[in-house]
């Protein structure tokens, strides 16, 4: 932080051809992990550990395209605090509900199997 040449203050990247919208990190199994999610909704982490010679180091990028969470249905919960009600109105949603869009990446809210952050989306219904 108190690095004042941009060249000296980087310490590791990767190019992962993909625009970055948003980027955050997370511990998972005592690992750090660094998570950026494209402006094109695709999401993808990185391990980063510390090389032989001292140096940060990103591990092999883990990508989850859209088409993993976008343009899919979803089961809506019947019944328990994840009900969703549209505002204003008592009448519950569909059964099922077409995602459209990605909201955000939250590894605070749980990690995956293969340490991929739980991710929110949307839907316009």
Do not use: C
């Not at 203050?9 to 690992?31: C, I, R």
């Not at 395209?65 to 969703?84: E, H, I």
């Amino acid at each position: 932080m108190r690095e004042t040449d941009e060249e000296e203050a980087v310490q590791a990247e990767e190019n992962w051809n993909e625009s970055v919208a948003k980027a955050g990190s997370y511990l998972h199994k005592g690992t750090l992990r660094v998570w950026a999610r494209s402006d094109m909704d695709n999401l993808a982490s990185w391990t980063v550990g510390i090389g032989a010679e001292g140096e940060l180091e990103f591990g092999k990028v883990a990508e989850t395209p859209s088409s993993q969470f976008k343009f899919r249905d979803f089961d809506t919960p019947k019944t328990g605090p994840n009900v969703v009600l549209p505002v204003g109105t008592d009448k519950p949603y569909p059964a099922k509900l077409r995602t459209e869009y990605l909201i955000d990446a939250a590894p605070s809210l749980g990690v995956g199997k293969y340490g991929a952050p739980m991710v929110g989306i949307g839907t316009n219904e």
